[in-house]
């Protein structure tokens, strides 16, 4: 059984629907304060960043016993735990326990679609989530190609879903793992490598400029292909011209 309270932007736009934009994004940013003063990769962004990040993060209560993955699910987002304790498991063998501080989920890359998870995430105790969706993070960096830097940089997974890996190191006896609240293992650096090889993507924060680029040039041209709008301007130009020279 699963009971999830969940506030995002999907849930206080009804509230704040008829609110000035400014004032809505200003109690976005008071409702993530705590996420985006302590995590770095949130607090590294910039102003506007901030803002769209805070409009897009998504906040989930859960109670003890729920179970936030399970095996097979897929899985899409990033997940920052605020407080409380959950359990990974894996075929009901425990694997490792997180805590606040800790972040789950799964490597974010332009054109990598999410996989399944390997193990089961079930909260211990009362917790409390930021949660980040690759699509909506996936239109953040089109608006915002620069902080692609600060994302690869600055976020540390504690626990990969789709990883096998154990969190806990298997010379530890099993009675002190049972009261382990606060080990992590953080996410390979040499997987981002492996998924740039892979992908038809090599540089993601070029990739996003194009894309923040050709996004530009459409609402400029209304959709219109760029050449085509300078044609029609030259044209403009010369009728404009012909008329003029008839008026004198």
Not at 87 to 102: A, E, W, Y
Not at 173 to 185: G, H, I, K, S, Y
Not at 210 to 234: N, P, Y
Request: hydrophobic share 35%; charged share 30%.
């Amino acid at each position: 059984v699963v009971s999830t309270q969940s506030t995002g932007s999907s849930g206080i736009n009804a509230e704040y629907g008829g609110w000035p934009r400014a004032l809505r994004e200003d109690c976005y940013l008071h409702m993530h304060d705590m996420l985006l003063r302590r995590w770095p990769v949130l607090r590294e962004a910039s102003s506007g960043c901030q803002r769209m990040l805070s409009e897009r993060l998504k906040r989930i209560n859960m109670s003890p016993g729920d179970y936030i993955y399970h095996a097979g699910d897929c899985v899409g987002e990033i997940s920052f735990v605020i407080r409380g304790h959950v359990k990974v498991t894996n075929r009901n063998r425990l694997i490792g326990i997180l805590t606040s501080g800790d972040v789950l989920g799964e490597i974010f890359w332009p054109t990598r679609i999410g996989k399944k998870s390997k193990a089961s995430v079930q909260a211990i105790t009362y917790c409390e989530f930021e949660v980040l969706n690759h699509e909506d993070l996936n239109e953040i960096l089109i608006q915002f190609p620069d902080y692609w830097d600060v994302w690869v940089e600055k976020l540390k997974i504690s626990y990969e879903i789709s990883s096998k890996q154990d969190l806990f190191n298997k010379s530890v006896p099993t009675e002190l793992v049972q009261f382990v609240e606060n080990q992590r293992t953080i996410a390979r650096d040499s997987l981002l490598d492996k998924i740039r090889e892979e992908s038809d993507v090599k540089n993601p924060k070029e990739f996003y400029y194009k894309l923040a680029k050709k996004r530009v040039q459409k609402k400029r041209g209304k959709g219109m292909d760029i050449e085509m709008r300078k044609t029609l301007m030259e044209t403009n130009r010369k009728v404009r011209s012909e008329l003029e020279k008839a008026d004198k």
